[in-house]
Every structure is written in structure tokens, then in C-alpha cells.
């Protein structure tokens, strides 16, 4: 068994990084992929390593030089009019080798588990590519396959149909191929595939004629949870990094993406806050029947979206500021209007105290195992505190800790006769016993309380988070025009104005969901509680805080669910309200998901 590493192309996408380097040389947390892929292919026994160079040959011929002569012989095939051809002359390069013994085809830009390799080896089949369901990342060459692994048809990118990609496997371009084929077969037809089209074609090309003209022997290795990318630029290159970075890396990259996880379709994100239960596939259905004309055309202004924001929650127009998501809307509140000292409950969703100077904030910290407080005990503390402004996120952020709508209008009553600004957050209120009576979003509420600005994320509990919406409401029309111009003039796209529009058709689906969400936390919950090294706190959100009081630390038992099973949840250790304590912070998704996760967390 031989390799061949088809490595001559110039990297063009990758930009400055291929600039005077080949694509292979490029490194992937400190360590280059040509390097990656040979010592992959050490201890397999291979009779050779053939390694077709072109742009910048000379430079990585020089750069491995003979650091790996112990383990791979090494040979060099030369390219040298790799900027005016693509792969399939480059493997032409190499067709004498490829008659010569069986052969793993390899291109460079791939980072990949070892593994991959011995699954390849160890299958019956002789010649065989690995491949890989179809996920949203991938581009090149797709194929479908029997339901006996065999490869029925190479599908190029122009004949690529998003409405068949439930039948698409990515190939990993990692191949095994007997001599036999290579001789009787693929070379035969390589050499008149580039008679007739050229040389500036793809290698897969050639297995595509083989298949359609049944001549193929050709069978797909699917792979299941093996890592592997293929860098083609910067992006790809910062996905391959967290992906095969070490489980502590992984993890504080992948918190400093904050979101962005369809990028990485294997992970079960148990951090971020969302309703499972809605938008509904009607819904969707709808927002997708108008994505041409949403995508090419601009969204309203504040005018009309403050209209929709007001429709949406049955509020008055001059009372909303419909912001790109809640947090757009928290750095205007916070940095120009919270003027003066600012009471705030820890611990807490910190996109709050962060906008604050430190000096401004008077901070308040439950005496209790639960972090759990009633509008009295906010009453008592802060009474002597001099404050203008107090913030009260209901439920709270991380603790799940609820003061119902009759106490919070006593906390407002309060807030009123001392001239305390009352801002409350209560993104999660849809999410609590009776929510629709919970609400603070009402005409009569909003009217006679120019001291409250109400802030409502829309992402978490409609399930929407990717259209960044959110309001702050308010009657005092002077905070809300000055809001209003501070944002900019198209502060939403149109897809998220499109979804104000329509949502009160779905509003039934919309309560049924929280009732169905309230029905399924009370399930996790006790599923939670079966786990022996976990204390639930009791939530009227959609997340359970935990504390670990045994086996690991927070921070630990995130990595560990992390490293071995792609499961993500929040580690808030770290946070300074816990006193060291540990805390970890879960989600709760749909019932799969969460028995799922109940069941790991079990068994680890």
C-alpha cells in the first residue's frame, strides 16, 4: 500500500496566507497540515508516500526535507504548470505510480483523525472513498449511494439541488484504491477524459464517467463521528482550529463565538436560550415562500417596525423601540439613560452591570443556597441605597428566580414614590406558570408608570434568535425618542420585520408551545435531579442552575461533556456572585434532547 497526496494547487482563497506558502504548509492550531497528514500516515506500513507539488514545490520539498525518513519514504512528482491546471493532471502526473500498488489518494488541505485512515484499511472492500452526510458547511463533490454503500452517481456542483441533499454525501477526498482498478480502470479512463476535456478538470470527474457507465467498483465508507475538514479559507481554517483544538481550547473558542454553532453541526448546544417548540413549520414555510423578495429588498424604518413591535405585543406604537435583538437595545439603555447609582440583583444576565461603570453599581446578592429573593427583600436592601435606577430581570438569569406580576407592580410602586427608574427585563416570562398573565406589556401598565421600561428579548422565547430582534418599552416618550435616533436607521433586516408581520396568525402556536415548554421543564427537572453530583434549583425559565457538589468542578464537567460527547453547556464558576462555589447553567431543550443529556450525565 502506497499514498499519494495530491498537493500542487495555489491556495488563492486562502489569501495572504498562501501568499509565498503552499496550502498544506498552512498551520491549524500551531501545526502544519502536511505534517498532520504524515504522521497520520506513519506506522501504516506504506511502501511510499508520493506527494505531487507545483506552487511553491520547492518550499515544501525544503520544509520536510527528511524529518520523516525513518518512518515514509518519501518521493516527489513535479507539477510545474499548476497555474493552469487543476487536479485531475496532477493525479496524471502520478499515473504510473498509481498502476504500481494500492493506493490511499489524499488531497492536502484536509485535516482529519487518524482513524479515518484505519477505517479504510480495515474494510473488506478494495476500493472505497470515505464520505460524509451532507452537512451545511461542505462544498465540491457530492455523491448518493445504495443502501449497500455503493456509489451510484458523482453529483458536480452544477447539478447540485438543495432539494436533494437529505441523499447527499460530501466525499472526504480521502480514497483507497487497488492497483488493479487503477490500471484496468481509472487510469484508462483519466488518460481519455483528459484527451477529450482537458486537463484543467477534477480527478473526480473521471470516478463520476466510471459510475455512470456502471464500470465502477467504487464503494463509500460513511463515517460517523470521526473529525475531518477541508480548509479551503481563513473561515475554514478558524472552524478546523476549534474543531481539533484540546477540550479546554474548544471550549473557550467556542465561547468566544458566541453563537454561530450551525457552523458545527455535531454539537448540542445546551448554553444559549431558546423555545424548542416554536416557530412552527408553517411558519417557517411562510417566511421561506418570501425569502426572494426579503433578501433583496430593504426593510422599513423605525416607524412601521415600531407599529409591528407594538401589533406584536399589543402595545401602543409611541411606546416601543424594536432593536437588532435585546442586546442592541441594553448598551443604549444602559451606557445613555441609567444615570446614576443602578441597583442590580447577582448573580445576573451581565450585558446589564457590564455597560455600567463598576462605581455605579450597587450590587445585591441573595443570602440563600438558591439565590432566590421576593420584591421585599429587594425593597429592604436597597432601601438606604440612594439609587436612581434598579434592575430586576424576572425570571432572573442565571437562577431561574420569579416574583410574580402582582409583586413586581408593588416593587414599581415602590420604585415610584422614591423616583427609581424600574427596568425590567422579562425575556423569560413566557416561559412561567400562567405567563400570559405575567406580562408587564400592557397599555394600562405602561401608561401609568412612566418610571418602568420593560426590555423583552424576542429571541429566546418565540425561538428565533438568528433574526436578532427585541423592544424596550416604555410611556416615557422621552427616553424612547432619544432611543430611537441613537439606533440606526435600518436596525433590523427584513427578515425579522417579515416575522413581526405574520406572527399574530401563530400566536395560538405560540402559547401552546410555552405550555408544552412548561410541561417538558418539569420532566428535565426531574431527570435532573437523579443525577447524584448535581443540586437542581428550581426555575421558571427555560435553564436549570446547578451546583456540582461532587466529582468535579464546574468547569471540569463542562470540559468533560465537551471532550466526549459535543454536549455544550454554561459553566458559570467564574461568575463572583457564587463565592467559588460551582455552578453550571443548562438549558432545556426538547424531550430527546434533554433525556439525552440526563442520561449522560448519569452515566459519566
Known amino acids: 500500500m502506497q499514498a499519494i497526496i495530491l498537493a500542487a494547487g495555489m491556495g488563492k482563497r486562502l489569501g495572504e496566507l498562501t501568499k509565498s506558502n503552499t496550502k498544506c504548509m498552512i498551520e491549524v492550531n500551531g501545526v502544519p497540515l502536511i505534517d498532520r497528514m504524515l504522521v497520520n500516515l506513519t506506522g501504516l506500513g506504506l511502501s511510499r508516500v508520493v506527494i505531487v507539488v507545483g506552487y511553491e514545490g520547492e518550499r515544501l520539498m525544503d520544509y520536510i526535507g527528511h524529518r520523516y525518513d525513518e518512518n515514509l519514504k518519501i518521493e516527489y512528482v513535479v507539477n510545474p504548470i499548476f497555474d493552469r491546471t487543476n487536479n485531475i493532471y496532477s493525479l496524471a502526473l502520478a499515473k504510473k505510480q498509481l498502476q504500481e500498488d494500492d493506493t490511499l489518494l489524499l488531497e492536502s488541505d484536509l485535516i482529519f483523525e487518524q482513524r479515518m485512515l484505519n477505517l479504510l484499511l480495515d474494510n473488506k472492500y478494495p476500493n472505497l472513498a470515505l464520505v460524509a452526510k451532507y452537512e451545511t458547511w461542505m462544498d465540491g463533490t457530492m455523491v448518493r449511494i445504495d443502501d449497500d454503500n455503493r456509489i451510484v452517481s458523482f453529483v458536480p456542483k452544477k447539478a447540485f439541488k438543495y432539494s436533494d441533499v437529505p441523499y447527499y454525501y460530501k466525499t472526504c477526498n480521502i480514497y483507497k484504491f487497488s492497483r488493479e482498478f487503477c490500471a484496468n480502470q481509472y487510469v484508462p479512463f483519466l488518460e481519455a477524459y483528459s484527451r477529450a476535456m482537458g486537463n484543467n478538470e477534477y480527478y473526480e470527474q473521471v470516478l463520476r464517467v466510471l459510475t455512470v457507465l456502471d464500470k465502477s467498483e467504487l464503494m463509500a465508507l460513511p463515517i ?76 422599513s424604518g423605525m416607524a412601521v417596525n415600531s407599529l409591528l413591535g407594538g401589533k406584536y405585543f399589543g402595545i401602543r406604537q409611541n411606546y416601543v423601540c424594536v432593536g437588532n435583538g435585546a442586546a442592541e437595545l441594553i448598551k443604549c439603555l444602559m451606557e445613555n439613560h441609567a444615570y446614576g447609582k443602578t441597583g442590580v440583583v447577582f448573580p445576573t444576565f451581565e450585558e446589564y452591570p457590564n455597560r455600567l461603570a463598576s462605581k455605579d453599581i450597587v450590587r445585591y446578592i441573595p443570602d440563600n443556597r438558591d439565590f432566590s429573593y421576593t420584591s421585599d427583600d429587594l425593597k429592604n436592601y436597597f432601601a438606604d441605597k440612594n439609587l436612581s435606577n434598579l434592575l430586576l430581570v424576572n425570571p432572573d438569569n442565571p437562577s431561574g428566580n420569579f416574583i410574580s406580576k402582582d409583586d413586581v407592580l408593588s416593587l414599581l410602586r415602590w420604585c415610584s414614590e422614591r423616583n427609581i427608574f424600574l427596568i425590567v427585563d422579562e425575556s423569560f416570562v413566557d416561559f412561567t406558570e400562567n405567563h400570559k398573565d405575567n406580562t408587564l406589556l400592557r397599555n394600562d401598565i405602561l401608561s401609568g408608570n412612566a418610571n418602568l421600561a420593560v426590555v423583552k428579548s424576542i429571541s429566546k422565547s418565540y425561538g428565533v434568535p438568528g433574526l436578532r430582534l427585541g423592544i424596550v418599552a416604555s410611556s416615557d416618550s422621552a427616553l424612547i425618542d432619544a432611543m430611537r435616533k441613537e439606533v440606526a436607521i435600518w436596525n433590523i433586516n427584513s427578515f425579522a420585520e417579515f416575522y413581526m408581520q405574520v406572527f399574530n396568525k401563530y400566536e395560538k402556536d405560540y402559547y401552546a408551545a410555552c405550555d408544552k415548554f412548561i410541561e417538558e421543564r418539569a420532566m428535565f427537572y426531574r431527570e435532573l435531579c437523579d443525577v447524584p453530583y448535581l443540586r437542581v434549583i428550581p426555575s421558571s425559565a427555560n435553564y436549570f442552575l446547578c451546583e456540582v457538589t461532587s466529582r468535579y468542578s464546574s468547569h471540569e464537567l463542562t470540559e468533560l461533556l465537551l471532550r466526549e460527547h459535543n454536549v455544550l453547556i454554561k459553566d458559570c464558576g467564574t461568575k463572583s456572585a457564587f463565592s467559588d462555589r460551582q455552578f453550571v447553567r443548562i438549558a432545556v431543550r426538547d424531550r430527546n434532547d434533554n433525556h439525552m443529556l440526563a442520561e449522560i450525565l448519569k452515566g459519566i
Open 224 to 299: 460517523t463521528d470521526e473529525k475531518w475538514y477541508e480548509i479551503d479559507d481563513v473561515q475554514d481554517k478558524d472552524i478546523a482550529e476549534t474543531i481539533f483544538s484540546s477540550a479546554d481550547a474548544r471550549l473557550i473558542k467556542l465561547s468566544h463565538c458566541y453563537g454561530g454553532y450551525w457552523r458545527f453541526p455535531e454539537l448540542k448546544d445546551f448554553c444559549y436560550l431558546v423555545n424548542p417548540y416554536f416557530p412552527p413549520a408553517r411558519m417557517k414555510d411562510e417566511i421561506c415562500a418570501n425569502f426572494n423578495s426579503l433578501l433583496t429588498q430593504y426593510p
